[in-house]
């Protein structure tokens, strides 16, 4: 039986989900994506009319399909959690049944179960404001759209996830080393997340026989990428500095989630897998 999975994250052909959703595509597994509600409108409308054609095609030829796309906010765990002005908001009031919750058990109704979750999502509303100027509003923000999420997504899901089956995040090495520039909040959510990563590890491993392991990426120009104003400079100082001199593309994290999700990665569960042509290695710059 093909694999099933679950990818939180995907509103355009740009980002780390996208790749990620092909590269289990190319594998063979059924694709199911979870879109942002704001996002959503355009991301189905772009599929329907084939604007995402080109980067749907797989190594043999075939297009990508993607069997049902999800509205999804990740910042709401259930329906009463959903604010008043958030519930009638134009651009959630035309989705239903979005919390995590409630797309948990959608996904059980028509499918039955999963085997690999993805989580591709982050957000942080002051990611251009440094720590010292970030408002405590913003900091929270910032973990419960790109930490907490994860979590929501793991408890919600592991039910419904079949053992052997694995979940994947991404993270970034602004976790660990200081990346002026990343701030809000946001290098601490990415520490959290890898923490978490450990810990869940070992209560879904030990509970469920689920792995759970997040890919600390190298820089992409992606779409919430472009949106904290950075992204080029890093792309070129990866270039400069990385071991590996090349632009690294979002495939190759594909790929590596892939590799991740397979049984060919059946013992590797709690880790920050670093895909990033090397530079985290790096001790100084060159
Ligand atoms: P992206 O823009 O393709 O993906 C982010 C997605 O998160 C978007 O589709 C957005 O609609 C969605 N999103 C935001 N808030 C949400 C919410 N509350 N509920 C549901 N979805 C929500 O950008 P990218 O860069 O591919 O991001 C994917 C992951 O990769 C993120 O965790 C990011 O931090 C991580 N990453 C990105 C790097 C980069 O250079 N682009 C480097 C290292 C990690």
């Known amino acids: 039986?093909?694999?099933?999975?679950?990818?939180?994250?995907?509103?355009?052909?740009?980002?780390?989900?996208?790749?990620?959703?092909?590269?289990?595509?190319?594998?063979?597994?059924?694709?199911?994506?979870?879109?942002w509600v704001p996002a959503l409108n355009i991301f189905e409308t772009s599929l329907r009319r084939g604007k995402f054609d080109e980067s749907r095609m797989l190594p043999d030829g075939s297009l990508m399909e993607i069997t049902k796309v999800y509205p999804l906010d990740a910042v709401y765990d259930c329906p009463e959690d959903v604010p008043e002005d958030v519930r009638t908001n134009k651009r959630y009031a035309g989705s239903t049944n979005w919390t995590v919750k409630e797309v948990a058990e959608s996904v059980k109704q028509d499918f039955g179960t999963i085997d690999i979750l993805v989580h591709s999502l982050a957000n942080g509303p002051e990611v251009s404001k440094p720590v010292l100027e970030t408002s405590r509003n913003g900091y929270l923000a910032a973990i419960s759209a790109s930490s907490y999420s994860f979590v929501s997504l793991v408890q919600n899901f592991i039910p419904i996830m079949n053992p052997g089956g694995s979940t994947i995040s991404l993270t970034y090495i602004a976790s660990e080393r200081i990346i002026p520039g990343y701030g809000g909040g946001m290098s601490s959510a990415k520490a959290a997340l890898e923490s978490d990563t450990r810990v869940l590890a070992f209560e879904a491993g030990r509970k469920h026989n689920i792995r759970v392991n997040t890919i600390s990426a190298g820089p992409l120009r992606s779409r919430a990428a472009k949106a904290i104003g950075f992204i080029d400079m890093m792309i070129d100082y990866s270039l400069q500095n990385a071991p590996l001199q090349k632009e690294l593309t979002a495939d190759e994290v594909g790929n590596a989630a892939a590799f991740l999700a397979?049984?060919?990665?059946?013992?590797?569960?709690?880790?920050?897998?670093?895909?990033?042509?090397?530079?985290?290695?790096?001790g100084v710059g060159v």
């Not at 989900?17 to 979870?34: D, R, T």
Request: charged share 15%; net charge neutral.
């Open 262 to 282: 397979s049984p060919l990665a059946s013992a590797i569960t709690g880790s920050v897998v670093y895909v990033d042509n090397g530079l985290n290695a790096m």
């Open 1 to 35: 039986r093909g694999k099933r999975a679950f990818i939180a994250g995907v509103a355009d052909d740009n980002g780390y989900g996208w790749a990620i959703a092909k590269s289990l595509a190319a594998a063979g597994a059924e694709i199911l994506v979870g879109t």
